[in-house]
């Protein structure tokens, strides 16, 4: 990788054609020839540089980041990023309407209003860090530190900002820990189970597949760059098959799209197995040699007939036989589970019993076969170096699931007294949305947030501060698809007086009097910290100096040759029967157990046959029989297009795009309800209530319901997880937003 970045004085590769110019490598690097003239990108008014996605999105793209007088004026990919290539999605190419917002935060503010008002007033970062040392300081000497929270996710997936300083301070304090479960903690435990190793397939291997199954995933709107690799290998004859509950984009681009009802993936799972053992497609050979407990499953999904299977998930007989021969006679079939299934009740089990799949074909063993929950294990970093747990006066200090914030702030017993949160609105996120907003509005409750804008969150605390840009920070990035890791430097100095979390929890650190040395680390002594991890192989050769010279570094995949002997479950083999979840008081084997909140199928099916043979008055009498505690429909609320969680959900350009929230419902489900396109709906259950424009459409089963998109800032009652609920997951105690009942009716009803 020979080409430098575009900047300085004479911007040598300016003359490249369009967005091909090339922008690898660092600036000191481009310099050296000229002894003294290295000048930090953030001071360079003009040119080409290289930047990183720091989105919460598997893609981590390269970027280049296009500045006149000093100014970002357009973001672009980077062709010379090896997976990425140059091509990026609208979120990230609107990058600049949100790090130049005209409402983004510039100086810390303390609140003067009512709690929720969004009152504040202008003071100083020196009377900000006083205020938050002082009540700090005062709450551990009245009440122990433990009372004290911090909430944050990957808003920003920088690992110095989330994973870094951050870590080091309230470990210093002696804070409660926080559970950071929302996400994928249920797939991710789920895939252990079976796996052992946080990795699957590589993405360029899939590229090789005959057939590709994406279960449970809208690519299109969250892992673009898979949808480039599949489309290449459906050029080379691949069949792409998309299971999910909802036909959406990437529902719309498969050539096979199958439907079932929400957290039934485990039974369609099990009914493929029962035909592969059947139709005898296993592998009998790979089972013997790299599994443990195939004979146990073999007669465990002999119950798991099509017929059975059929009336749980609402798929066809036909269509699991014909799905059953699709993967059972290909020879390179993957599987890449999405994050739709984890989020259920079931959801550890839905993503264990999809990844024991291609262990029973043999699939690890051919290129483009296996599956893929995640890559994060390959690049598996140094955490105690990077969030020195030895700080922590008290290892075994409380933790608080992040799900059930509303519970915790409402709990009397050794209550939360301060919380800080930070790359999170969960006024917004949060399940059950109606307790954390009760427990976010305690006058006694003494709470900070480090924000770009006044998000919902932000407008209960009591001392806002402002937050740097990824583009105005230096950070360590790494791609939980992809294998390579990648490096930002400040571009564009810091807008107004906003600081990284890492400048902001270093400050605090200092002003708290903890350990100077792990408080006044540069950013580059963390990275070169978190590189060095002996025991990981994968991270042979990725060094601080490499990343300055390439601003992408692949990770060394040699040792990827040995992934099926480098297992670590218990067994050191693929866990079709899992001791360790028996232990926990799971079922060994994979098994299929209905959702808390959830609908009986073969009753559904008995109404949809009533509703659809003409009998539309006895359908209509049985939801008017219907009682308020009593709700029909599932409903589920998954990404939208142009809004990625909460965010850009403020940003103009994007609320144009989506226009405005809509509760997708099948034309089954609106006839009966005597609902049209258009209507403005009340969606509710004993949590809460919903206001949106009705959407008629067949892109679901009927019986579930669909609404899009986080969307904030909005009047009360227009938040989807004023339904959803805090309970937890059977494994990694992961969130449940998609086990979701309601009842829906037009407003005026």
């Known amino acids: 990788m020979s080409s430098k970045i575009v900047g300085d004085a004479e911007p040598r590769n300016m003359h490249l054609d369009g967005d091909r110019t090339a922008a690898l490598g660092s600036n000191a690097v481009d310099n050296e020839a000229v002894e003294g003239t290295f000048t930090p990108l953030k001071e360079q008014t003009d040119g080409i540089f290289p930047a990183v996605c720091p989105l919460d999105c598997p893609d981590t793209c390269g970027l280049l980041l296009h500045k006149q007088n000093g100014r970002i004026v357009k973001v672009t990919g980077n062709p010379e990023h090896p997976i990425t290539k140059g091509a990026i999605c609208n979120k990230v190419r609107h990058m600049t309407e949100r790090v130049y917002h005209p409402e983004r935060l510039q100086y810390p503010m303390k609140r003067v209003g009512v709690k929720g008002s969004g009152q504040f007033e202008r003071i100083s970062w020196d009377e900000a860090i006083a205020e938050i040392t002082t009540r700090f300081q ?71 597949a005959e057939l590709i199954i994406i279960w449970g995933a809208n690519l299109i709107s969250t892992n673009m760059h898979q949808v480039v690799l599949a489309e290449k290998a459906r050029k080379k004859g691949a069949k792409i098959v998309v299971i999910d509950v909802h036909r959406n984009r990437t529902g719309q681009w498969a050539d096979w799209f199958i439907p079932l009802y929400p957290g039934t993936d485990t039974a369609l799972a099990l009914g493929l197995m029962h035909l592969l053992f059947e139709r005898g497609y296993t592998n009998q050979d790979f089972m013997e040699q790299y599994t443990v407990g195939h004979e146990e499953l073999r007669e465990h999904v002999r119950s798991y007939t099509p017929e059975r299977v059929a009336r749980i998930t609402g798929v066809s007989t036909e269509d699991i036989m014909r799905l059953a021969d699709l993967y059972g006679t290909s020879k390179a079939a993957f599987i890449y589970i999405g994050n739709g299934p984890q989020h259920h009740d079931n959801g550890g089990m839905n993503v264990r019993t999809i990844a024991c799949l291609p262990a029973l074909t043999g699939q690890w063993l051919n290129r483009g076969g296996g599956a893929l929950k995640g890559n994060g294990g390959y690049h598996s970093m140094n955490d105690v170096a990077l969030e020195r747990p030895e700080l922590r006066p008290n290892p075994d200090a409380r933790a608080i699931n992040m799900n059930r914030i509303g519970e915790a702030l409402l709990e009397t017993e050794h209550p939360i007294r301060a919380l800080f949160v930070y790359c999170s609105n969960p006024l917004v996120v949060a399940p059950d949305t109606l307790r954390v907003q009760q427990g976010f509005a305690r006058e006694d409750l003494f709470t900070v947030v480090h924000e770009l804008f006044m998000t919902d969150t932000a407008k209960y605390a009591d001392i806002v501060l402002p937050a740097a840009s990824s583009f105005e920070s230096t950070d360590l990035y790494a791609s939980y698809w992809h294998h390579y890791i990648q490096l930002q430097e400040p571009v564009i100095a810091p807008v107004g007086e906003s600081k990284t979390n890492v400048e902001l929890f270093s400050l605090l650190g200092k002003a708290m009097g903890f350990d100077t040395e792990a408080f006044e680390e540069s950013p580059e002594e963390m990275i070169r910290g978190a590189l060095n991890k002996p025991d990981n192989p994968y991270l042979q050769g990725v060094t601080l100096e490499a990343l300055q010279e390439q601003r992408f570094v692949k990770l060394d995949m040699s040792a990827q040759s040995e992934y099926l002997d480098r297992l670590n479950t218990p067994s050191g083999k693929i866990e079709l029967y899992s001791q360790a979840l028996e232990a926990a008081g799971l079922p060994p084997l994979p098994t299929y157990i209905p959702l808390v909140e959830g609908f009986d199928g073969e009753k559904l099916t008995q109404q949809q046959e009533q509703e659809q043979s003409g009998l539309k008055q006895q359908a209509e009498e049985l939801v008017e029989r219907e009682q308020p505690t009593r709700y ?24 144009q795009l989506e226009k405005e929230p809509q509760l997708q419902l099948h034309p089954v489900d609106a006839a009966v309800r005597r609902i049209v396109d258009g209507d403005l709906l009340r969606v509710w259950n004993d949590r809460g209530t919903y206001e949106l424009r009705a959407k008629v459409v067949d892109a679901m089963l009927p019986g579930t319901v669909v609404s899009q998109g986080l969307w904030w800032g909005t009047k009360a009652g227009q938040r989807a997880n004023y339904l959803t609920s805090s309970r937890l997951a059977d494994m990694g105690k992961g969130a449940t937003f998609f086990s979701t009942l309601v009842e829906v009716h037009k407003h005026e009803a």
């Open 138 to 208: 005062g709450l551990s000497r009245d009440y122990g530190s433990e009372s004290i929270l911090p909430y944050s996710f990957y808003g920003n997936m920088g690992m110095l900002s989330v994973d870094g300083m951050d870590r080091r301070f309230f470990n210093a304090l002696g804070a409660s820990q926080l559970e950071q479960t929302i996400c994928n903690s249920a797939g991710t435990a789920g895939w252990k189970s079976t796996m052992g190793f946080n990795g699957g397939v590589s993405p360029e291997d899939t590229e090789q």
């Open 632 to 655: 029909p429909l599932m409903f589920i609320s998954p990404p939208n297009h142009n809004f990625l969680n909460s965010s850009f959900g403020n940003v103009g350009k994007h609320q």
